[in-house]
T-cell receptor
């Protein structure tokens, strides 16, 4: 069964460092997402990406965050200067496009745990 | 405004008990979709079920069943004869057709602990 793959599974970084989290969505999916889950809390929407541009971003997704689809397969989330409060699990997800795209299941990767010291 | 509410933060049951996880949603869209995801201790998000707003038929899959009621904006999830392996956090989520990004909006989750 096709899956969304994320790397790294766990990254530890120092405050102020740049971090790049990588995702390979399912190949025929056209909607891509990043979500964040602070330990023990809800899964929060960060950003959606469609047709090579951001279609929506949440208030969490400030200027420190950026996303890119550099080569048609990878989908990356960059945090420019990490803060302690960026420590969380980051989930990548993708969705198929269709006549009723909202009906299509969001398939999530296993997550990348980011620890900022 | 909270679009998906899971009022039960944590539920603890003994194995073989039935348990119902509540989910109440809010939307102005006439076409929307409701989902349940399971997050086991290993951390991944596992899709369980999707229900369309125009299909109120309840669904049963083995020990799992879902009760969708538009009149009360609820989409509850029942596990019959619970097992220890059911221990996880369960998230209810909403996707709206008028949302051009088709993002999922999650509830805060219900942690289910099934004790042997």
């Amino acid at each position: 069964e096709p899956e969304v793959t994320q790397t790294p599974s766990h990254q530890v970084t120092q405050m102020g460092q740049e971090v790049i989290l990588r995702c390979v969505p399912i190949s025929n999916h056209l909607y891509f997402y990043w979500y964040r889950q602070i330990l023990g809390q809800k899964v929060e929407f960060l950003v959606s990406f469609y047709n090579n541009e951001i279609s929506e971003k949440s208030e969490i997704f400030d200027d420190q965050f950026s996303v890119e689809r550099p080569d048609g397969s990878n989908f990356t989330l960059k945090i420019r200067s990490t803060k302690l409060e960026d420590s969380a699990m980051y989930f990548c997800a993708s969705r198929l496009e269709g006549p009723l795209s909202g009906a299509n299941v969001l398939t999530f990767g296993a997550g990348s745990r980011l620890t900022v010291l | 405004a909270q679009k998906v509410t899971q009022a039960q933060t944590e539920i603890s049951v003994v194995e073989k008990e039935d348990v119902t996880l509540d989910c109440v949603y809010e939307t102005r869209d006439t076409t929307y979709y409701l989902f349940w995801y399971k997050q086991p201790p290993s951390g991944e998000l596992v899709f369980l079920i999707r229900r369309n707003s125009f299909d109120e038929q309840n669904e049963i899959s083995g020990r799992y069943s879902w009760n969708f009621q538009k009149s009360t904006s609820s989409f509850n999830f029942t596990i019959t004869a619970s097992q220890v392996v059911d221990s996880a956090v369960y998230f209810c989520a909403l996707s709206e057709e008028m949302d051009s990004s088709y993002k999922l909006i999650f509830g805060s989750g219900t942690r289910l602990l099934v004790r042997p």
